[in-house]
């Protein structure tokens, strides 16, 4: 109270800084009288008396006053009497709490509980929150008995039991808890006590539209506008929204742009309804509404304008404030996001529309352009045309017409400087595609001249290097771009693919690591660690990876072969002979796969399996010779030797200068008895040797066959028996000179053998 009194009297005095004027003014307050006129002066300053009232005899010397001498009073001074009272009287102890101040403790208790539920729920603690809610109730029904008990039903605080009672109903609703929610609400609703509760009855909508129940939501909707009065249009209008989004979900466009078109034309449009009046007019393909529409959406107010003239110096005058003083203005701050999302949503809506507004969508692009130029007239910060021309430019590439696409983004070569470094990008990616290195890497170079802090022009510049082979030039790209900006996911795969080139496998390892920890669902990051491990003969961690990228591609066969390759390394059969399996199930043409199945059977000697496989692959490869050797070699196992010579005969005869199916054709006939094919088959298989030693030596061919050699292959063939009985010493010898010519039967199964995959 003094102070008070101080700041509003006391220099109007004259200033009085001294305690006496201080004093004055407080016993003036409190109701005592001020010392006289004769001790005070009117300004508040303190003369000395004329008289010697003040016990002393007067003075008669007649030196004047100096500020050297004192001022004729001691440091006693003490005009309130204090120092006589001595000590202030001891504290009086406080008694117990009557009833009403225990009920007041209990209902503090419950307005923190709530506030604590409240908070939880916002950090994002539901299951927390929900529980002190519940214990607030708790408390307040607890609050409510006792008051009643001590006949305090008066005092009972309604206000207490309604934010008890929606507190807990939002915390269910946060749960997922909707029944009980609903319960809930429905308490607060029936009580008549609650004057504005029927607004609850849209949380109840929402939560009937979470559930899919759409026409129990639009129902509550409805009754909730009912009880809103006129003078809260503004909820009206966003409950008719929630009408309207409502409508949408179930498909009736007709209704929901009836809702929509209420909010439009009630004086008080926003960008998010105008947005969704257009998706549903795009959803009925109606392209004479979407124009008018579209005219309309562009004349919405932006959020925080009250003149489009000038809102932008306003807030550009007030960023520069802001970045002198270095101070941070929330409220602008706000409005610079919402007039972002502003802009958003008409690039979207443009974006959305243009390529259906005519026949031909560069006539639909024309239009859109045209408009948004005429709204950057109103407001130049926006660039909305030349954000439409950078789309139109990405449609001619979806469309394949690269050379338009080239020249319109030319064409931003002469805008700012944004734009310009956007369309080099754009330029040096698409003759990235084209493989056109010289003109990628100069539009490369102009991007980063215009932006030299751009990380994406750097990594296309890095890209270009990669392909030449440049690994030390595209990791230095890669790198600097990454301290331009240490989460550009681009620059940091390729950092790892530059490193893992250079084998510097556990550099690359480490950024792809910290890139998966940034995309966690990434199935290509995920590949490249697996596959790093598995070239650092980690084959059991990259097993594991594998198969964490297989939960994510269960049907990808690339992954399950690798899958497969990783256990045989590991010589677990079973789990690669599963995985090569499924890959080949998933894509039966990887030749890879069916190579090693049919080796897989062939060691495990179930040749009519492989038999299969080598079939599949010779289909596959119709002019590849030893997928048919490995089936008919598959028929010369299972002793089906009619079927192999068959097979061979078959090779001979559109492979006439293979000598692997000419020594097969001799132990068949051999085996077989067939004297006089073997003889024949012997004697092409000589010419085909002779033939290819003096394609290697330059010596002449001999055409004819010496008689004496002639005359030991016939005995030779005269003396085979069957090669399981008991051979005649002369047969013994004549099939020495044939094993020495041809081979011996296992070492041509050996031949076979290593044309399959280990």
């Not at 005095?13 to 001294?18: D, E, I, S």
């Not at 979806?398 to 310009?420: M, T, Y």
Request: with cysteine; aromatic share 10%.
């Amino acid at each position: 109270g003094i102070n008070a009194e101080y700041m509003g009297y006391g220099f109007a005095n004259g200033g009085g800084l001294m305690e006496g004027g201080f004093a004055a003014l407080g016993l003036a307050k409190a109701g005592m009288r001020p010392p006289s006129q004769g001790m005070w002066g009117g300004t508040g300053i303190w003369q000395a008396p004329l008289s010697a009232s003040m016990g002393g005899a007067p003075r008669t010397d007649n030196r004047p006053m100096s500020s050297h001498r004192k001022a004729g009073y001691s440091s006693n001074f003490d005009p309130l009497k204090q120092g006589i009272m001595g000590p202030p009287p001891p504290l009086v102890a406080k008694t117990a709490d009557s009833p009403e101040e225990q009920c007041l403790e209990i209902e503090r208790k419950v307005n923190t509980l709530i506030e604590q539920s409240a908070t939880l729920s916002l950090q994002g603690d539901y299951p927390l929150a929900l529980e002190k809610a519940k214990e607030a109730s708790r408390r307040e029904r607890l609050l409510c008995k006792h008051r009643e008990q001590l006949g305090l039903g008066d005092q009972i605080n309604i206000d207490l039991t309604y934010s008890v009672h929606f507190n807990l109903a939002v915390q269910f609703q946060k749960n997922q808890l909707y029944t009980e929610a609903l319960n809930t609400y429905s308490l607060i609703v029936r009580n008549k006590q609650y004057a504005q509760s029927g607004r609850l009855r849209v949380n109840m909508g929402n939560i009937y539209y979470e559930q899919n129940k759409v026409s129990l939501a639009i129902k509550m909707y409805r009754l909730a506008l009912d009880q809103i009065p006129n003078s809260g249009k503004d909820l009206k209008f966003k409950i008719i929204r929630n009408i309207g989004n409502a409508y949408v979900k179930i498909g009736q466009y007709q209704d929901a742009i009836a809702s929509y078109e209420t909010i439009m034309e009630g004086g008080n449009p926003d960008i998010q309804t105008g947005f969704n009046l257009l998706l549903c007019y795009y959803a009925l393909g109606d392209r004479d509404k979407l124009k008018r529409h579209f005219g309309k959406l562009l004349n919405i107010r932006k959020y925080g304008a009250t003149d489009d003239d000038d809102i932008d110096e306003v807030v550009d005058e007030h960023e520069k404030e802001q970045e002198v003083f270095h101070v941070e203005d929330h409220l602008r701050s706000e409005i610079r996001e919402r007039r972002s999302k502003h802009m958003e949503v008409l690039l979207t809506a443009a974006r959305l529309i243009a390529p259906m507004l005519e026949k031909d969508w560069q006539q639909g692009f024309d239009y859109i352009i045209d408009h948004l130029r005429h709204y950057e007239l109103k407001d130049a910060s926006s660039r909305l045309a030349s954000e439409m021309e950078m789309c139109k430019a990405l449609a001619f590439l979806r469309n394949k017409k690269f050379s338009k696409a080239i020249e319109s983004l030319k064409a931003f070569e002469k805008k700012d400087k944004s734009l310009k470094t956007r369309a080099a990008i754009n330029l040096s990616y698409l003759y990235f595609l084209e493989a056109d290195v010289e003109n990628g890497l100069k539009h490369a170079d102009n991007a980063i001249s215009a932006d030299k802090f751009n990380a994406r022009a750097l990594v296309n510049r890095g890209c270009f290097h990669y392909v030449r082979e440049e690994w030390d030039k595209a990791k230095e790209l890669f790198t600097t771009a990454l301290s331009y900006e240490a989460d550009c996911i681009e620059a940091m795969y390729n950092y790892g693919l530059t490193a893992k080139q250079l084998g510097q496998y556990e550099d690359a390892l480490t950024v792809y690591k910290k890139l998966q920890s940034m995309v966690p669902d990434s199935t290509e990051v995920i590949y490249q660690i697996a596959n790093l491990y598995d070239l650092m003969c980690d084959f059991h961690t990259a097993g594991e990876w594998f198969n964490r990228l297989a939960s994510r591609v269960p049907t990808d066969p690339n992954v399950l072969a690798r899958l497969g390759t990783i256990y045989a390394k590991e010589d677990d059969e079973a789990q690669a002979f599963h995985y090569h399996l499924e890959a080949y199930r998933h894509f039966p043409v990887n030749m890879d796969v069916i190579a090693w199945l049919g080796a897989y059977f062939v060691r495990n000697e179930v040749y009519e399996k492989a038999m299969q496989f080598f079939e599949r692959a010779a289909q596959i490869q119709p002019n590849e010779v030893k997928w048919q050797l490995m089936v008919a070699s598959c028929h010369r196992r299972i002793q089906a030797y009619p079927q192999a010579k068959a097979l061979y005969e078959e090779i001979h005869k559109k492979y006439p200068d293979n000598a692997e199916c000419l020594r097969y054709l001799v132990h068949i006939c051999n085996d077989s008895d067939l004297k006089e094919e073997a003889v024949e088959y012997h004697k092409k298989l000589k010419r085909l040797e002779a033939k290819m030693r003096q394609d290697d030596t330059g010596s002449p061919l001999v055409e004819e066959m010496p008689p004496e050699e002639e005359e030991d292959i016939q005995l030779e063939v005269v003396g085979k028996g069957s090669r399981h009985n008991k051979r005649q010493a002369q047969a013994e010898k004549q099939m020495q000179a044939v094993a020495k010519a041809t081979g011996d039967e296992d070492e041509v199964d050996l031949d076979v053998d290593n044309m399959l995959p280990m």
